[in-house]
């Protein structure tokens, strides 16, 4: 079902680079006054933010620049270098495990039968760094609809393409190839969970994860896998990337969560990009924001044991 | 002539005082690109890591500068000092970027000195190169007499701390920080021999 979720958001907000550029012009004001106040205390505490206020989408040339997706490199720039050696056209998705329609669905023929909307979201990173995106694409739910869902089914597992000859960062072992996500059925049929094709309305572009990649807003960055090759809906939890390299460190679940420590980062507070050099950290939320939207999904949950 | 004449020459009229100035002047364009908003999307990261990057080239020229000499025949000493308080200018800088900008609260520096691992290994390496810094003048040198090289013989143990450090934050296996790591391994072991040999005869 399309349009099942909405931010508020005035289409003025969406596009607006000179809106953007002027507040760039003020933060450079502000910059010195707030350098100078830095090493005060932490205290500082912040309402939550829900979808009405996500705020203002960073400019494209910050979404498209600053990635990670370490098939291509690890540097943060590598991908915007090199992904454009990935071949996304033809593209298909195999789709199969507990499904009434198991197959290859054509990119083709998986938008001919999507509505596209808009959706912009908070997108957290691990490392700590957060953008504002616009996205373009479709629910999650409505792909798997599209291939029907068998009773008994618990978990959907995700997997990027690998293709060793387009993709320059997988000679090295970084982690083990291919990457590999995964979500419970009901997070996966949740309305936020979003398969994206576009970025302020043109297609999205390879290093973002061309020719579709998953989005789910309140995880961290890394659950969002990118160049989707195929769907297993499955009975058991599937295995995931960075949980397969350090499972004390990333969890299954992955819910951006500031009173879980990571061992690496501290993740009560974050940087949203696109501010400058001065720029002040925000404290996270819970469920990066989302705590209204699903929060239910996981009632009588210790977030801290099942992180 | 042989090829480390040939370099030796010309480099007697270099003033060590260049890399002091190419420290300093590579500091400052990295500011002001920051302050110019042409760090790409995230100017406290890119600062923070070239400073730290600045600092681990530093300290290998650092190492390098006496197996060059054993091994080649180059005689680079002379710069030797310039390249250790470069070096600890720019992890001076890696910290400072860190704290102020990066983290920005007392409270949570302190808490991730404790807390982070690759943070309590690089703040080590800090530590021990306080006092190399302090002391890398020629009035030390006077002061202290033989025990000015037991001193600065902590250089060793701040390299593998500064290596250990990039090495353990790092997300997932990557061969760079394991090949800089290597490396400030191996000049050292190659320090080892030298000074076990010559003890025998
Ligand atoms: C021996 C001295 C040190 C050396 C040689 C050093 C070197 C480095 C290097 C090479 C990097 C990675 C740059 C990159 O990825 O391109 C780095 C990152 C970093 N260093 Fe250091 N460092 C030192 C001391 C410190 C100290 C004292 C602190 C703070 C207490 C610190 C905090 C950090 C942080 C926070 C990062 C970034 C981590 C991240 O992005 O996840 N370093 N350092």
Redesign the interface.
């Known amino acids: 079902m399309a349009y099942r979720w909405k931010n508020n958001l005035k289409e003025s907000d969406v596009t607006s680079e000179s809106a953007f550029l002027n507040r760039?012009q003020i933060m450079?004001g502000v910059a010195g006054s707030i350098?100078a106040g830095?090493?005060?205390?932490?205290a500082r505490a912040m309402g939550p933010w829900n979808a009405d206020d996500v705020g203002e989408p960073?400019e494209w040339?910050?979404i498209t620049?600053?990635n990670n997706y370490?098939e291509f490199g690890?540097g943060?720039?590598d991908p915007a270098k090199y992904a454009h050696m990935l071949t996304t056209k033809p593209w298909s998705v195999t789709i199969d495990g507990l499904v009434d329609k198991p197959g290859d669905y054509a990119f083709e023929d998986i938008m001919s039968k999507m509505s596209i909307e808009e959706r912009i979201y908070r997108f957290r990173c691990v490392?700590r760094?957060a953008?504002i995106v616009p996205w373009n694409g479709f629910e999650l739910a409505d792909l798997l609809e599209l291939a029907g869902v068998q009773s008994g089914a618990k978990y959907v597992a995700f997997e990027t393409a690998l293709r060793p000859e387009e993709m320059p960062g997988v000679s090295?072992?970084?982690?083990d190839w291919p990457y590999v996500e995964g979500l419970r059925l009901d997070e996966a049929m949740h309305p936020l969970s979003f398969i994206a094709t576009g970025i302020y309305g043109k297609d999205i572009p390879n290093q973002n994860g061309a020719p579709l990649r998953l989005v789910v807003p309140w995880k961290y960055g890394y659950k969002s896998i990118k160049s989707i090759v195929r769907i297993t809906v499955t009975e058991t939890e599937p295995p995931t990337a960075w949980n397969n390299?350090s499972a004390r460190e990333y969890g299954f679940y992955s819910n951006v969560n500031p009173n879980r420590?990571h061992?690496?980062?501290?993740q009560?507070?974050e940087?949203l990009?696109?501010q400058?050099?001065?720029?002040?950290?925000i404290p996270t939320r819970l469920f990066n924001g989302y705590e209204e939207e699903v929060a239910s999904l996981y009632e009588g949950m210790d977030l801290l044991e099942f992180h | 002539m042989s090829v480390a004449a040939v370099i030796n020459t010309p480099v007697r009229h270099i003033p060590a005082g260049l890399i002091y100035m190419c420290s300093l002047a590579y500091a400052g364009w990295l500011l002001w690109l920051g302050i110019e908003n042409r760090l790409g999307a995230n100017p406290v990261e890119a600062l923070e890591h070239a400073l730290g990057e600045a600092a681990l080239y530093l300290l290998v020229a650092g190492l390098v500068v006496t197996p060059l000499r054993r091994f080649a025949g180059l005689n680079l000493l002379k710069f030797r000092r310039a390249i250790g308080l470069s070096c600890f200018f720019f992890v001076v800088l890696h910290l400072l970027t860190w704290a102020v900008l990066d983290v920005q609260a007392l409270d949570r520096v302190w808490a991730d000195i404790l807390k982070r691992p690759y943070i309590t290994v690089g703040m080590a390496g800090f530590l021990l190169m306080v006092p190399l810094a302090l002391t890398s003048n020629n009035r030390s040198l006077r002061w202290l007499g033989a025990d000015w090289r037991k001193l600065h013989r902590l250089t060793y143990a701040a390299a593998v701390l500064g290596g250990m450090h990039y090495v353990m934050l790092v997300k997932g296996w990557q061969l760079r920080p394991l090949v800089f790591l290597a490396i400030i391994l191996v000049l050292l072991l190659l320090r080892v021999r030298r000074r076990a040999r010559p003890a025998k005869v």
């Open positions: 760039r450079a350098a830095a090493l005060g205390t932490s960073n040339e910050d620049s600053y370490y690890t943060k720039g490392e760094w953008m090295q072992p970084v982690i390299y420590s061992p690496r980062w501290s009560e507070y940087q990009l696109g400058g050099l001065f720029a002040e950290k």
